[in-house]
């Protein structure tokens, strides 16, 4: 940190993305602070099995993995706030980033604040998750082979969850509060056509219901308010995610869905000094392993950045007076 207490990068957010970024910016020596929010680690702090990140050959713990990664930013310089941004101003140089009245101020910023699952709200819900309940196929389909799964929702996310399930599980239910869908026709008929999968509409998941993992779920019809048991080994809760951006809206580009908008084949944004990473850009791919690699280009890209402002400074300063 300079003299004048202006950092050369201050990330925010603490997951994949955010600690990749950080230990590539403190093996840099930019001394990052990373601003990594009071519920650090991500959506990955609510899995239980990891077992597809490289090198963990017999899988990890979500909150295992999360704190490795945070050690190791940590080992080599990375300091941690375990609080969370409450606003930011990036109007002028150098960037201003609060965490309630106190002010941090950096000449680049990574945004790596990542996404939330939605979820159905259910306190049962909560209780299993990492237990049954999930929010990723990719993740844990494999933990479901020859078991019987539900499938909550009613868009495209929900249908191609189903259809990567049934490469796993016996039987995949869908269960939506409609009897029409928001995914697309192709993949309705995918579904459709899969013998695996099984409908019910008009439907909603009251209470998840297991002892020590899920054994079944309640399922209330919409119309008739009559309830029904469907035995099932887990959930897949798949109604859309969240991207956490609202920090950002006055300062960033987004899209249409809330997620932060980069300049082609690079994590930068719309404002000159500001980085984007993981999740919180991501809505296609959404895995540890992309949102860390995400994090290695921010701060790569940060580190560039810098090198070059360094650069038109020492010109400026050693250009002739005229």
């Known amino acids: 940190m300079s003299e004048s207490g202006v950092r050369e990068v201050i990330i925010i957010g603490g997951g994949p993305a955010g600690y990749t970024a950080a230990l590539y910016a403190a093996r840099a020596n930019l001394e ?28 990890v713990l979500g909150p295992e993995m999360m704190k490795d990664f945070r050690r190791q930013a940590e080992r080599f310089g990375g300091e941690f706030i375990s609080d969370d941004v409450t606003r930011v101003d990036f109007s002028t140089l150098p960037l201003r980033v609060y965490v309630g009245d106190d002010e941090y101020r950096a000449e680049s910023v990574i945004v790596a604040t990542g996404a939330n699952a939605r979820q159905l709200g259910l306190e049962s819900e909560r209780t299993y998750q990492g237990r049954g309940v999930s929010y990723c196929a990719v993740c844990d389909a494999a933990f479901f082979r020859e078991k019987r799964v539900v499938v909550v929702g009613g868009g495209d996310s ?32 995918r579904a459709r056509a899969n013998d695996k999968v099984e409908w019910i509409t008009n439907a909603v998941v009251d209470e998840v219901l297991g002892e020590t993992v899920v054994t079944s779920v309640r399922i209330r019809d919409v119309n008739t308010d009559e309830v029904t048991e469907l035995p099932a080994d887990g959930l897949f809760v798949a109604i859309g995610h969240d991207p956490s951006s609202t920090l950002f809206v006055d300062w960033l580009e987004l899209d249409d869905e809330g997620y932060l908008v980069t300049q082609p084949g690079s994590t930068a944004t719309n404002i000159s000094g500001v980085f984007a990473a993981g999740d919180v850009v991501d809505h296609t791919y959404r895995q540890a392993v992309t949102a860390a690699g995400m994090g290695c280009m921010a701060a790569l890209d940060a580190e560039r950045y810098l090198a070059a402002r360094e650069g038109h400074l020492e010109t400026a300063l050693t250009a002739p007076r005229e």
């Open 32 to 59: 990052p602070l990373v601003i990594e929010g009071f519920q650090w680690g991500g959506q990955l702090m609510i899995t239980s099995d990891v077992e597809n990140y490289p090198g963990y050959a017999d899988g």
């Open 158 to 189: 929900a249908m191609e969850e189903a259809n990567f399930l049934t490469k796993f599980a016996s039987k995949v239910t869908i269960v939506h509060r409609r009897d029409d869908f928001r995914a697309s026709q192709i993949m309705i008929d």
